[in-house]
Nanobody, 122 residues
Framework: VQLVESGGGSVQVGGSLRLSCVASGDIIGRYCMGWFRQAPGRLREGVASMDADGNLRYAEGVKGRFTLSRFNDKKTFDLQMDSLKPEDTATYYC??????????????????WGQGTQVTVS
């Protein structure tokens, strides 16, 4: 399956952005989906994930500020990011894995990745 992200950009501290990931195939309800980010000089880290049953997980640093949603008819899963902070600045990637994973925030669990979209908060 191919994944394409959109929605990145520059925003002021405290602002909001919504990232979208569109899948080429029907993954909703069949794949585990995740959002990851990588800042310069840092390892890629998991931000949010949703398993095939719709169960959500968030990294501690984004709980209460980020929301992952899926849209079955659009084959899309979005990441709504509110109350953005400078430390949220990174390249954001969406990812998907067919079936179940042990840890939805572990990048090694995923084998389908988008190209990334830049988010800059200043």
């Amino acid at each position: 399956v191919q994944l394409v992200e959109s929605g990145g950009g520059s925003v002021q501290v405290g602002g909001s952005l919504r990232l979208s990931c569109v899948a080429s195939g029907d993954i909703i309800g069949r794949y585990c989906m995740g959002w990851f980010r990588q800042a310069p000089g840092r390892l890629r880290e998991g931000v949010a994930s949703m398993d095939a049953d719709g169960n959500l997980r968030y990294a501690e640093g984004v709980k209460g500020r980020f929301t992952l949603s899926r849209f079955n008819d659009k084959k899309t899963f979005d990441l709504q990011m509110d109350s953005l902070k400078p430390e949220d600045t990174a390249t954001y990637y969406c990812a998907a894995h067919a079936g179940w994973v042990d840890d939805g925030l572990n990048e090694k669990e995923y084998n389908n990745w988008g190209q990334g979209t830049q988010v800059t908060v200043s």
